[in-house]
């Protein structure tokens, strides 16, 4: 049975350097990037591996992100 929602945490990076994302990726952690059709800044984040396979395996259809600190 799928879960209704998955609550995603994440953390904001301030760092966008190659070596920065090349460490963090070896820590686990995989960037991307947050666009809202509501604002036209984007906001880059990290979410750690584990979390993202929890969510995948959770089959929910929808997801709340939580941001470590807010935007």
């Not at 350097?17 to 990726?25: D, F, I, P």
């Not at 604002?39 to 089959?59: G, R, T």
């Given at each position: 049975?799928?879960?209704?929602?998955?609550?995603?945490?994440?953390?904001?990076?301030?760092?966008?350097?190659?070596?920065?994302?090349?460490?963090?990726?070896?820590?686990?952690?995989?960037?991307g990037?947050?666009?809202?059709?509501?604002?036209?800044?984007?906001?880059?984040?990290?979410?750690?591996?584990?979390?993202?396979?929890?969510?995948q395996?959770?089959?929910a259809r929808?997801?709340?992100?939580?941001?470590?600190?807010?935007?």
């Amino acid at each position: 049975m799928a879960v209704a929602e998955f609550k995603l945490e994440i953390n904001k990076r301030e760092d966008q350097n190659n070596s920065v994302l090349k460490q963090r990726r070896r820590e686990g952690k995989i960037p991307g990037i947050y666009y809202s059709h509501a604002s036209k800044d984007s906001v880059p984040f990290f979410i750690e591996e584990s979390e993202l396979h929890n969510a995948q395996k959770s089959d929910a259809r929808l997801y709340k992100i939580n941001v470590g600190g807010g935007l």
